[in-house]
């Protein structure tokens, strides 16, 4: 069997080609999102050859969203977070998932989003294994708080009663 992520991994490169002939050193939203593609198919079979890529990613959508929020942007903070997490480096992680949270909840001030719980877990996950217990218990009660919210409160039938 193979890889997730190995099947599609050539052509993905083949448009990675196809786009940085096209932009030729020039910024361009869609040559970080097939920057970032690349990059996480090959996270998806596991290997570090990963981070350069998305690490070139983001560097591409800080300097095209220069200083400001996007979505794009946060989604390639918490891709590196995520990989750093995944291979137990919770010093790198920390940083980029505290970002990414942040973020997330200055793009949706007035409501939470499954995306951001997940995020807050993540963090909670690096912070607690760099012994940073409130910062941990904080981003843990936010998380389960989010999740809660989204889910329905059912009847004795199993028929929604409320919603939130």
């Known amino acids: 069997m193979k890889a997730a992520g190995s099947e599609a991994l050539p052509m993905q490169r083949e448009a990675l080609a196809m786009y940085r002939a096209l932009y030729n050193g020039v910024d361009h939203p869609a040559l970080a999102a097939a920057i ?12 570090r050859g990963a981070l350069p890529l998305l690490l070139e990613a983001l560097d591409m959508k800080r300097r095209l969203y220069a200083g400001a929020d996007h979505p794009d942007l946060c989604t390639s903070l918490r891709n590196v977070g995520l990989l750093y997490l995944t291979e137990s480096e919770f010093e790198f992680a920390s940083p980029f998932l505290r970002d990414t949270c942040c973020m997330s909840m200055r793009l949706s001030p007035h409501r939470d989003t499954p995306e951001l719980a997940s995020s807050l877990y993540a963090l909670s996950l690096s912070t607690s294994a760099l012994q940073r217990h409130v910062i941990r218990q904080c981003a843990l009660q936010m998380s389960f708080r989010i999740v809660l919210s989204h889910h ?8 929604a009663v409320t919603e939130t």
């Not at 970032?36 to 290997?47: K, Q, Y």
């Not at 329905?152 to 028929?159: E, I, K, N």
């Open 36 to 47: 970032n593609n690349v990059g996480l198919s090959i996270r998806a079979m596991r290997d």
């Open 152 to 159: 329905r409160v059912l009847g004795s039938d199993g028929v």
